[in-house]
């Protein structure tokens, strides 16, 4: 088994971009597999699958199950999920418990976190205790009600030299990775040059050391909100609903199904 691994990751740090990709079904992650060194299945599950409007309904029955879906379609990519809103911020000691539920009920290799300082002491303990963590700093959507609104953090000198102190205590307390979300340019290079551990974008500049995005967003299956960092390398929509359509004309027509489709009798049929 070569599957990547957190230390593989760190290895890349410097000499390769990470490339990652979000998935939250064993068919896309067997899609997006072969092609990345990541595969995040992360909340944001709530709003792309389940029509949620934030991330904050999502329960951590709802990651696992994903998270094992992804890990059994993968296997090749190092997979992470996210830990949901509610199952982590109360104590160490609560992060532990459904961290290492999301590990042995997966199979998945760590799991990712939100916040701040306020979450040093839940990384450490995590970590010391055999669970990688990736730390998602920056836009922070399960802070959502907090901030007002999805909105570019690290744009003044005072919060991009705040959330660089924040990433070098990361690193410190023993996070694998960071993932910084949302944050301007300046804000990514100064934090990837700070850290020895490796610094996953999605709408942070090309400074970081690997990029991520939600694939339902990069192949246009996903248009309830779409943020500036966001490319389409597709756009599959309009592909599913023409094909679609033409089910139901040929339904309607009585031109599908064809006897291709359609299972005959073993026996001659009796008379
Ligand atoms: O929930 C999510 O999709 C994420 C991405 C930034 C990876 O956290
Ligand atoms: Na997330």
Avoid: W
């Amino acid at each position: 088994n070569d599957r990547v691994t957190p230390l593989v990751l760190q290895k890349m740090k410097g000499n390769t971009k990470i490339v990652s990709l979000t998935a939250y079904t064993s068919s896309m992650a067997s899609l997006v597999d072969p092609h990345v060194e990541l595969i995040i299945v992360g909340d944001s599950v709530g709003m792309v699958a389940y029509g949620q409007a934030s991330t904050l309904g999502v329960s951590l029955e709802t990651m696992i199950n994903h998270g094992a879906a992804v890990v059994r379609g993968a296997n090749r990519a190092c997979v992470i999920i996210d830990m949901p809103f509610g199952s982590y911020q109360e104590s160490p000691q609560q992060a532990f418990r459904n961290a290492s539920r999301v590990l042995s009920r997966t199979g998945a290799q760590g799991v990712k976190l939100e916040g701040g300082a306020e979450m040093l002491a839940t990384t450490q303990f995590l970590v010391e205790r055999g669970i990688p963590v990736m730390a998602h700093i920056g836009l922070t959507p399960q802070h959502v009600n907090r901030l007002g609104g999805f909105k570019a953090q690290a744009r003044t000198a005072e919060s991009t030299a705040q959330l660089r102190d924040v990433a070098v205590a990361f690193a410190q307390h023993g996070a694998f990775a960071l993932l910084v979300e949302a944050i301007s340019e300046p804000a990514a290079a100064r934090i990837t040059a700070a850290v020895n551990i490796p610094v996953i974008g999605i709408g942070a500049s090309p400074a970081c050391d690997g990029q991520v995005l939600v694939t339902e967003d990069i192949l246009g299956l996903f248009s309830d909100y779409s943020p500036r960092f966001v490319k389409r390398y597709a756009e599959l929509s309009p592909l599913i609903s023409t094909a679609c359509a033409q089910f139901a004309m040929e339904v309607r027509q009585g031109s599908f199904p064809t006897s291709a489709h359609c299972f005959t009798m073993l026996e001659q049929p009796m008379e």
